[in-house]
Every structure is written in C-alpha cells, then in structure tokens.
C-alpha cells in the first residue's frame, strides 16, 4: 500500500464499508467482508486526481478515466456550449453523478462564452459546483479585464487557471519555434510567447493577492519564472502535461499529427526542465484528455486538431518517468494524487481512515500494448499508439464501490 499523503509504502490490508476507508492494517470490530480482493503483488493507492480532462462523450469517456485509475477530474469550460451558465454546470453534475463512476469537478469560464471581455458570473457557478475559474485555451486580450477577474476571484477565494500563451506571438502557429518546425516549413511558436503570458500573469497575482495556477507549461524558461515567482511569495502553482514528459519536438517526425500539442512539443533540454520541476515538486502532473477524431487529426499538421487521449495512459507513463529519471514510487504517486488534489482543494488524493475509499490497484510490473482495442476512451488519438508499457491498473474503486475491475 502506497499513500504519499500520509507517507505510508509498506504491505497493509486496508478494509473499506460505507463507501469510507474504515482501517489500515488490522480489521475494525465486528467486520465482515461482503467481498474480498485479493491484491498480492500488486500497489494499492489513491484513485488519480487528474487538473485537465475533456469529455466529449461523458460516459465513454469517464469509462477510461476509471479503467486508468482516475477518479476525480477536473473539466475544463472549453465545453460546447462553455461553461459559463449555472445552469450548464449543474447539469454537468447531475450527469456525472448519475453515471456513478469517477467523480467530476467543473472549471467554470473565466469571461462570458470564453469571449475575453465580460466576467463570467463566478458566484452563481461557484453554487452550481464549480471549484475554479480558467480561459481553457482562449484569450484574454484586454489586461484590464484579467486584472479585474483576478480581483473579483481573489475577494471571493477564489482559484484561477490559466494556460499562458500569448495570443500575438502565438498566432498561427503549430509547433515549437526551432530546427524541426524550420526544416518542416511549419510556423512556430517561440518560448516568449509562453514566458510573456508567465510574467504579466506573475505579476497580475502578486497585485491582487489571487490564488493562481497555471496549467501545461512546456519550456523551461517557463519553469524558471514559476519557480523565481514562489520562492517570492506568490501563490502560483503549475501542471505539467504527461505527454510533454517524455516527448519533444523532434518526435513530430514526418509530419505526424498525433504529435500536434497546444503548447506545442519544445525541445529535450525543455523536456528535461519539465521532468526536473515534476520530481521537485514544483509542478504536478495532468493528462491534458482531449479526445479528437479520426477526422481531426487525419489532416496536414497545421490543420489537425491538437491535443491527444491521456487518462488511460496516466498511469504507465508516470511509472516510465519514474524509473527513468530515478523518482521513488511514493513521490511519482504523489504527483498525479495529493498533489493535484491539493491544487483543486478537493478532499480526495489519500488512502486515510474515515476518507472517501477512491482507491486504485495496478500492477507495475505487467506489460501491454498501446492499441485502440485497449483504450476505452472515444478517441484513439495519441502518438503513443504501438508503445510497449509496464504498468495497468487492475481494479478501481469510487466510494467504496468497484467501477472498474479488468
């Protein structure tokens, strides 16, 4: 049993009822086991908390983030219609729970329809259960207007997400500003337009007192400045992408859409810069779930989609960070547990006596393939397809319940 909130890695029985971690270790008076799951060789842990998956079908797609291990997950607003209605939010909720499976957490719009210019209205979605405010991928071009939505957030306690890419420097292009997007003939983004973002959302913070997280940094100027930023005072924190911790730019290969991110793959000395900040602490890590279809990404490169599915993949990828950067178990687990479920201000993230049982089983040791027949999600879409993995998960608990058991 592995719980890095508590710091416990040792062989424990751990006894559920009610839907809540009853013990650890030995059995509470007068328990009798309804069912017994025989976890030998294997680690049991937190259910994953991921900071950013899509759902573009919700039931297929919170059917992978529980056969990836995931039971909590936070919603981007970028949804069709966006999330910028009460009304929207709390059908979101009631679907969700009805579906029974992992437990969903709405980000509502930071501004009216995502639009950039009118603040949403954060206290009516705040009601309605949604536990942070964010742009998604959308601009806000007027600083005035994202000043005002950090003072109006910071006077409520609020959170606010941002992905920091400046829209002008970022304009039409589709992978890193580098060698690889020259000799391709593709258009690039430089690493300023991510740093610029950084700095005046840094300093936008440190004037309002808000609680600011920003989400899928990808260079490793970008991790300098969050870095600089904290050690100041500033209440920032990041999340890293799982697919920018072992991809780079040189993996777009021949034009390879399933390659296309936003932010775009940069190069092996920002990768490396990114594995650093995730064993330190610094950042966390997500998914980034964005399921596309075949449609969207059987395009040339500039005019894919980009984003590729992660909830499945989570778990083995981390596992392979790990074992390659030398990072213990407890710490990787930690990453992709307490960690972000500290970031959201949720309750889940621990295997703790009288908490919620959203627990997860894996085997570290098995290997399998990256196939379509093995990803449950709707989207097929990840440059990862064909990859050899070590690590499955097993069997997953929401609430005491068993929502996934392969």
């Given at each position: 049993?592995?719980?890095?909130k508590?710091g416990?890695?040792?062989?424990a029985?751990?006894?559920?009822?009610?839907g809540l971690v009853q013990?650890?270790?030995s059995?509470p008076?007068?328990?009798?086991?309804?069912r017994?799951?025989?976890?030998a060789?294997?680690?049991?842990c937190?259910?994953f908390?991921d900071?950013?998956?899509?759902?573009?079908s919700?039931?297929?797609?919170?059917v992978a983030?529980?056969?990836?291990?995931?039971t909590?997950?936070?919603c981007?607003?970028?949804?069709?219609?966006?999330l910028?209605?009460?009304?929207?939010?709390?059908?979101?909720v009631r679907?969700?729970?009805?579906?029974g499976?992992?437990?969903?957490?709405?980000?509502g719009a930071?501004t009216q329809q995502l639009?950039?210019?009118?603040?949403?209205?954060?206290v009516?979605?705040?009601?309605a259960?949604?536990?942070a405010?964010?742009?998604?991928?959308k601009p806000?071009?007027d600083?005035?207007?994202?000043?005002?939505?950090?003072?109006?957030a910071?006077n409520?306690?609020?959170?606010?997400?941002l992905q920091?890419?400046?829209?002008?420097?970022?304009?039409?292009g589709?992978?890193?500003?580098g060698?690889?997007a020259?000799?391709?003939?593709?258009?690039g983004?430089?690493v300023?337009a991510?740093?610029l973002?950084?700095?005046?959302?840094?300093?936008?913070?440190a004037?309002?007192?808000?609680?600011?997280?920003?989400?899928?940094?990808?260079?490793?100027?970008?991790?300098a400045?969050?870095?600089?930023?904290?050690?100041?005072g500033?209440?920032?924190?990041c999340?890293?992408?799982?697919h920018?911790?072992?991809?780079?730019?040189?993996?777009?290969g021949?034009f390879?859409?399933h390659a296309?991110?936003?932010p775009?793959l940069?190069?092996?000395s920002?990768?490396e810069a990114?594995r650093?900040?995730?064993?330190e602490?610094?950042?966390?890590v997500?998914?980034?779930?964005?399921?596309?279809?075949?449609?969207?990404k059987q395009?040339p490169?500039g005019e894919?989609?980009p984003?590729a599915?992660g909830?499945?993949l989570?778990?083995?990828l981390?596992?392979?960070w790990?074992?390659?950067a030398r990072v213990?178990?407890?710490?990787?687990l930690?990453?992709v547990t307490c960690?972000?479920?500290a970031?959201l201000?949720?309750e889940s993230g621990s295997?703790?006596v009288?908490r919620?049982a959203?627990?997860c089983?894996?085997?570290?040791q098995?290997?399998?393939?990256?196939?379509?027949?093995?990803?449950?999600s709707q989207?097929k879409?990840t440059?990862?397809?064909?990859?050899?993995m070590?690590?499955?998960?097993?069997?997953?608990?929401?609430?005491?319940?068993?929502?996934?058991e392969r």
């Open positions: 049993m592995i719980d890095p508590s416990i890695d040792r062989q029985d751990v006894f559920v009822a009610a013990a650890i270790g059995a008076n007068g328990f009798v086991a309804d017994v799951i025989d976890a060789g294997r680690v049991v937190p259910g908390v900071l950013s998956a899509r759902l573009s919700l039931d297929s797609e919170l983030a529980v056969a990836g291990g995931v909590a997950l936070a981007p607003p970028d949804t069709h219609p966006p910028d209605e009460p009304e929207l939010v709390e059908r979101l679907r969700s729970e009805a579906i499976l992992a437990h969903v957490y709405p980000i930071l639009a950039g210019e009118k603040l949403s209205e954060m009516g979605l705040s009601r259960g949604c536990i405010f964010s742009q998604a991928t806000i071009f600083t005035q207007v994202l000043l005002r939505a950090m003072q109006y910071a409520f306690g609020y959170a606010i997400r920091p890419q400046d829209h002008y420097l970022a304009r039409d589709v992978a890193h500003d060698e690889v020259s000799r391709l003939g593709l258009s983004i430089p300023c991510e740093t973002a950084i700095s005046t959302a840094l300093h936008l913070a004037e309002t007192g808000v609680r600011l997280h920003l989400s899928k940094l990808s260079s490793a100027a970008g991790v400045l969050v870095r600089e930023a904290r050690n100041s500033v209440k920032v924190s999340d890293v992408a799982i920018h911790l072992h991809l780079s730019e040189t993996d777009i021949y390879d859409s296309r991110f936003d775009p940069r190069t092996s920002d990768r990114l650093a900040a995730v064993a602490g610094l950042a966390v997500c998914s980034d779930h964005t399921p596309v279809d075949e449609d969207g395009l490169f894919a989609l984003g599915v909830l499945e989570l778990l083995p981390v596992l392979k790990a074992d390659e213990p178990l407890l710490v990787a930690a990453r960690d972000p479920a970031v201000g949720i295997v703790s009288g919620s959203d627990i089983i894996f085997d570290a098995e290997p399998w393939c990256v196939s379509p027949e093995t990803l449950r989207g879409n440059p990862c397809m064909g990859w050899e070590t690590g499955r998960v097993c069997a997953t608990l929401v609430s005491g319940r068993v929502v996934y």
